[in-house]
């Protein structure tokens, strides 16, 4: 469990994402919010739900929530 509780190494960049999508924000919202592109946003969530080793945005939103890593 602690393995679960511990923060994995995000990037600011991908905490910044990793907030938005925990606000309930869309990809496309993302990405005019921080000026990238809506790939961009993507490959960053890609490399969040990996290093999280999560399946999707919810999962990786509610344990983010749960534990305090985004507010």
Known sequence: MNELKSR???SKRE???LALVSQGRSN???A?????SIE???SHLKQVFF????????EAAARAIIF???Q
């Open 28 to 30: 496309q919202q993302i």
């Open 51 to 58: 290093k999280m080793r999560v399946r999707g945005r919810t």
């Open 68 to 70: 305090g890593w985004v």
């Open 15 to 17: 905490l910044e994402v």
């Open 8 to 10: 994995p190494c995000l």
């Open 32 to 36: 005019d919010e921080l000026v990238i």
């Open 40 to 42: 961009t946003v993507k």
